[in-house]
């Protein structure tokens, strides 16, 4: 897609770890959070998140993932 700074806007609870996964992958993006639900509160849901944080580190500093296998097809505007 060529984009160089993407805004990414999803819940507070996961804009640490989509930023970090981004800006770990070479990508500069920045976040903006959306006032959705406060997951934040319910103990359950930051153990996943905090698991999902550690894991993310895993695959990129250990696994290595390869973003170009990843890029997904380019999004094709609908005809009007």
């Known amino acids: ?9 999803t819940q ?3 804009l640490t770890r989509s930023v970090y996964i981004c800006r770990s992958l070479g990508v500069d993006a920045h976040g903006l959070t959306f006032g959705g639900p406060a ?6 849901f930051t153990l996943r998140e905090q698991a999902a944080l550690v894991l993310a580190w ?4 250990i696994l290595h993932p390869n973003p170009s296998q990843a890029l997904p097809t380019p999004y094709a505007s609908p005809t009007l």
């Not at 997951?39 to 359950?44: A, E, N, Y």
């Not at 895993?58 to 500093?61: E, K, P, Q």
């Open 1 to 9: 897609y060529h984009i160089e700074q993407p805004l990414i806007i």
């Open 12 to 14: 507070a609870e996961h």
């Open 39 to 44: 997951w934040s509160q319910d103990i359950g």
């Open 58 to 61: 895993i695959d990129i500093h």
